[in-house]
């Protein structure tokens, strides 16, 4: 099982950055995707997710508004689109699987609940 995140870099803020994460070695359209964040000296937290079959999405108020999660599940790939950043969204930020039984739209929000993590990438939003 394999979850790759790509897509981070440097930004200034306000502006905008697509996160990818590309699953293998899974039934992805069996998971639900979690997109969590991890800054320097802080505990990961939950930024948001969507559910296996893409009709329910779940957001931190924090990110509310601003990013927006999507999944394409011929590609096995699911998306965060990061709008209007701002510095203290600064973190490497990581995916996360987890099965759940067909017809869920159940999105956790607890890193205990998923099984699989990605290798994270860093996003750095300049002030």
């Known amino acids: 099982v394999q979850l790759q995140a790509s897509g981070g870099g440097l930004v200034q803020a306000g502006g905008s950055l697509r996160l990818s994460c590309a699953a293998s070695g899974r039934t992805f359209s069996s998971d639900v995707m979690g997109w969590f964040r991890q800054a320097p000296e802080k505990e990961r937290e939950f930024v948001g997710g969507?559910?296996?079959?893409?009709?329910?999405?779940y957001y931190a108020d924090s990110v509310k508004g601003r990013f927006i999660i999507s999944r394409d599940n011929a590609k096995n790939t699911v998306y965060l689109q990061m709008n209007s950043l701002k510095p203290e969204d600064t973190a490497v930020y990581y995916c996360?699987?987890?099965?759940?039984?067909?017809?869920?739209?159940?999105?956790?929000?607890?890193?205990?609940?998923?099984?699989?993590w990605g290798q994270g990438t860093q996003v750095t939003v300049s002030s």
């Open positions: 996360a699987a987890d099965y759940v039984a067909s017809g869920s739209n159940f999105v956790p929000s607890s890193t205990y609940v998923y099984d699989y």
């Open positions: 969507i559910s296996r079959g893409g009709g329910t999405t």
